[in-house]
Structure formats: structure tokens, C-alpha cells
């Protein structure tokens, strides 16, 4: 993530930060999100103006639904229908908050190396069966097996299951982001054994213990969930069907949404925000984000494993224009990797390669490529945005010699593409899974991780040491220090151009109250309803 959201998660993804604040953002959007009414198991509201429970929510989405198995995905396509089954024992809210979940309390010792965990009274999974603290033993447990995209980096002594509701992790040594990370879907409840099937078995027809149960899927078309009559908040969910709908253009997207044919989109084109937002039956839910738009650089690409080249387009590119160009003021432009959002963001501190084509210019004549070179910049096709950014990003460079092919891709292509480091450069999403710096941090910068520093293969002794630092030492001043650090020399070295920071942004149809935006661009769906049922 995050982490790639496309975008891909870590992504980004991606401490306990209580102290977080998330400000919704007013004035860019519709509606702001409806009230996190879904942090505690209370009682629906019966008001006399609330719509009718039931019926059937329809949400439009780019991409298919591939896998359901927790600890070997990420991208968000996946990873946005894993959290709708999987729940962890902490969550965040849209205040980026964490919260207790499916734990009723939990408690980290003064050390830093004890976390227990006490599951709350009635928990089922999806099946009817109780929820147990074996079953939360044996998910993470599991998860510490497969590593996988957003492996446990905690050094984990022993889980136990004290008693039937008790829960008790012991570290090694301490690591300030663990209770945060166990907020990521990948750290979701699944049963013990796998319930008694073969694991290939559970994850086509998955059981957990989330609002939402799999009724029908098509791995290349769209989901279909009904309603999990055990969820444990009470009453919830109150549609009776979520369906995810493969809707692969923006342009289908929004005039689904404004012919009725579907209640939501996850992706809204930016220059159609202002028409939902003026529309009759439309409206805009919104929310600060945990995402950073960014070029990407293929270190192992001859061009791009020269500083000064990676230098000299940072300094060619003038990321305000592009922002203003490309979000419609839905956007701040990005000096820094972490979003405003997450704790020990340097966006306005930072020493960034700003705006100077005369700069660029010295910076690529020093380089082994001084007259000049050609080269390709990969984007996922059915993206208006991010064609744009790539036109942009196009003339930017032509304006210092070097020339820039623009390859458009199916998104599955585009996927397979840079998971094989196969492109020179590309236009990607880089996102926290949760409300940590280290999220964000330890995917895009460490060599030797699932992502190899989100497919750049950027490698820098220094970085690593001080990634390495930050997650060891507690939140507070000395924390702040090392991720000022590193951001600068992110700053300094650009394996990845920060673009900007986009608002998340979810297209809705004015028939629908309830809706929950997250800041990892996810949403929550047990508290929708939808008028007319």
C-alpha cells in the first residue's frame, strides 16, 4: 500500500496513535462522511426521516474481486473486499483512530513487549460458530507462516491463548507500530483449521466475521455479499446486499451512477466531482487520505539508477501545476512520501527539489546521459487523471532533452508489468494500510522487503538504518527526528516523485445515508441505507 491502490496498497499499506487527528476536509466535497456510528456495537437509530432497511447497494469499482486469502494480498481491488468478510481485533475509524474491534479491550505493557487481547462476549463468525481466542492464535499464527505483502514485522515470542476470550502476544523486542499494524485487513479473524476445510476450499466460500458474506463471485467480474445475520453489532448490516460492480472506465462509472444504475462508485474522476456534487440525485462523500500520487523510477532501469536523472525530472516537473491541473483543487501538492494525514509528515518542512528548468538542466548535464535519452512511463489505461499526469509529465521532460513514450496498459497488464519490474518508469499510488509513518515507510524503502522498495529497487544504507530506528523507538520527539531524516534524503535522492495528496472521493447517489469513507480509500457498509426500500 499502502501499498498499492491501483493503485496499489502500502500501498500503502501502511504505535498506537491515539492522538491522530484526521480532518474531514470541508468545501471539497457534497456531504462529508456520515458518523463513524460503527466504532461500537449500539442500537440503529429508528428516527422518524431514516430510510427503511434492506434492499440491495450497488457499488461500481475498476477492478474485479481476484483472491480472498488476507495474508497474500494487497492490491485494493482485493484488499477492499477481504475487510468486507476478515475483521481484525483493532480497527481505525474515519478519523484514522484506533479503535478496539473485535477485541472488547486490549492492553500493551509498560515494556512495550506484552499485548493482550480480551474478545468481546458473543462473537460468531459468519457459519454461527463462536469466535475463540484459538481462532485469533491460529490467524496470526498463520499469518506469521506466510509472511506475505504486509507481513507481521514484529518479532513475535509466542501467542497464546490465555483463555477462551483472552489473547496474549509477547515480542522480542518492542515495535512501535505493531498495534497499529494489526489494524490492517491482513490481520483480519479467521477460524481455527480453516474450519475443518482445505485452505483452497475456505477461500473460495470464505467465513468470517465481518458484516458481509460472499454469495456469488465471478473473479472477473463482479461480487455479490448478502448480509451476515451473526455480525456482531447488532442489527447490522441493514442492506441485505452489497454487490461490487465491474465498472472498468470513469466515464461508464459516473454515468451508471447518475443514471441510478448503481448507488456508488470507488473512483471518482476528478473533473466530475463538481457535476456530482451540483447533480440532483448524486452527491460526493469525502475524507483526508492516507495516499501519496507518485512517478515511480525502476532503479535497476540504466537511466533511472542515475541520481542526477531522477534529480533533473524532479526538478523539470512543476508539481504545482500539475496538481491544480489535474485534481481541481481536491489536492495538495506533495514535497514529502507520508501524507499530511500520518503522524511525522514534513510536507511543509522539507528541503524538496522545487520548481527550475534551468536547474534541471545542470543537474541531467551532470549525469552519464548530458545530450539527453528516450524512455517509456507505464500507466493503467481507463485512468483520465493519470493520462493526464503522464502528458504532463511528458512535456516536462521534453523540456530538458529526454523523451518520453507513454504507454497505456489494461490494469491487469499494468499489474504484471511492474511486479515484474518490467517498465522504466511509472505513475502509481503509494498508501498507508494504517495510521503509522512505518506503513507507508517500510514499503517504499526497504530493498530487501516483499516490495523491494515498491518495485524501484531503491537501496540506500543510510535509510534503511534509519527505517529500521523509527520502528524501535517510542512515538515522541526522537521518532520525529529519524522520519525527518529520512524523508529528507528521500527528498534529496527521488526514487519516486511525491505528485500530490489526494482527497479520497466516492461518487453516491442522494437516495443513500450512511456511507463510511475510510482514509485508506476503503468504506464501510453495515450503517448504509437506502431510501425507497
Not at 462473537?123 to 460458530?129: A, C, N, P, R
Not at 532503479?299 to 541520481?307: A, G, I, K, R
Not at 535519452?373 to 493503467?380: D, E, H, P, R, V
Not at 482514509?519 to 426500500?533: M, Q, T
Amino acid at each position: 500500500m499502502s501499498k498499492l491502490i491501483v493503485s496499489f496498497r502500502k500501498p500503502f499499506l501502511v504505535g498506537s496513535l491515539a492522538f491522530l487527528l484526521l480532518v474531514l476536509v470541508a468545501g471539497c466535497s457534497g456531504s462529508k462522511n456520515d458518523a463513524d456510528k460503527n466504532t461500537n456495537a449500539t442500537n440503529p437509530s429508528t428516527s422518524a426521516d431514516q430510510p427503511a432497511e434492506g434492499g440491495t447497494f450497488t457499488y461500481g469499482r475498476p477492478a474485479s474481486v481476484t483472491s480472498f486469502d488476507l495474508h497474500n494480498q494487497i492490491t485494493s481491488n482485493n484488499a477492499f473486499a477481504i475487510d468486507k468478510v476478515f475483521e481484525p481485533l483493532v480497527a481505525f475509524n474515519s478519523d484514522g483512530k484506533i479503535v478496539d474491534w473485535l477485541a472488547a479491550s486490549h492492553n500493551i505493557s509498560a515494556n512495550g513487549l506484552t499485548y493482550t487481547f480480551v474478545l468481546r462476549d458473543g462473537l460468531k463468525f459468519s457459519d454461527g460458530k463462536g469466535v475463540t481466542a484459538e481462532d485469533a492464535v491460529f490467524s496470526i499464527q498463520r499469518h506469521l507462516n506466510v509472511g506475505g505483502p504486509l507481513a507481521i514485522a514484529a518479532q513475535v515470542a509466542s501467542l497464546s491463548a490465555q483463555d477462551e476470550k483472552t489473547l496474549v502476544i509477547k515480542l522480542k523486542a518492542p515495535y512501535t507500530p505493531f498495534i497499529s499494524e494489526l489494524s490492517n485487513f491482513s490481520n483480519g479473524i479467521l477460524p481455527k483449521d480453516f474450519g475443518g476445510v482445505s485452505e483452497k476450499e475456505f477461500f473460495k466460500n470464505p467465513v468470517g466475521t465481518g458484516p458481509f458474506v460472499v454469495k456469488k463471485w465471478d473473479s472477473a467480474g463482479d461480487l455479490t455479499f448478502s448480509k451476515n445475520k451473526y455480525y456482531w453489532q447488532k442489527g447490522k448490516p441493514y442492506i441485505d446486499e452489497l454487490v461490487y460492480k465491474l465498472i472498468e472506465d470513469d466515464s461508464q462509472a459516473i454515468n451508471q451512477l447518475k443514471a441510478g444504475a448503481i448507488d456508488a462508485i470507488e473512483s471518482v474522476a476528478l473533473e466530475n466531482v463538481n457535476e456530482l456534487k451540483q447533480g440532483t440525485d448524486t452527491k460526493v462523500a469525502t475524507n483526508g487520505s492516507w495516499v501519496t500520487e507518485q512517478l515511480f523510477f525502476n532503479t535497476l532501469d540504466e537511466h533511472f539508477s542515475d541520481v542526477h536523472v531522477r534529480r533533473a525530472l524532479a526538478l523539470a516537473l512543476d508539481r504545482n501545476g500539475l496538481t491544480n491541473a489535474v485534481t481541481f483543487g481536491f489536492a495538495k501538492p506533495a514535497n514529502s512520501l507520508l501524507p499530511p494525514a500520518i503522524p511525522y509528515n514534513t510536507n511543509d518542512t522539507i528541503k524538496a527539489l522545487s520548481f527550475d528548468t534551468n536547474a534541471a538542466k545542470a543537474e541531467l548535464a551532470k549525469s552519464k546521459f548530458p545530450n539527453g535519452f528516450s524512455t517509456k512511463l507505464l500507466i493503467a489505461s481507463g485512468n483520465n487523471s493519470r493520462t493526464q499526469e503522464a502528458q504532463i509529465i511528458q512535456a516536462a521532460a521534453k523540456t530538458i532533452g529526454i523523451d518520453i513514450q507513454i504507454e497505456s496498459v489494461e490494469l491487469a497488464s499494468f499489474r504484471e508489468r511492474f511486479f515484474a519490474y518490467d517498465f522504466s518508469a511509472m505513475i502509481n499510488s503509494g498508501q498507508a494500510d494504517s495510521p503509522e509513518a512505518n506503513s507507508i515507510l517500510a514499503f517504499q524503502t526497504d530493498p530487501e522487503g516483499f516490495s523491494k522498495s515498491y518495485w524501484t529497487h531503491y537501496t540506500n544504507n543510510e535509510v534503511t538504518k534509519l527505517l529500521h530506528e523509527g520502528q524501535k523507538t517510542p512515538d515522541g520527539e526522537e521518532r520525529a527526528g529519524i522520519y525527518a531524516k529520512l524523508q529528507q534524503i528521500l527528498a534529496d535522492e527521488v526514487p519516486y516523485i511525491p505528485l500530490y495528496y489526494p482527497d479520497i472521493l466516492k461518487g453516491v447517489r442522494s437516495s443513500i445515508d450512511g456511507l463510511v469513507v475510510l482514509p485508506n480509500n476503503s468504506a464501510r457498509f453495515e450503517d448504509v441505507r437506502v431510501k425507497g426500500n
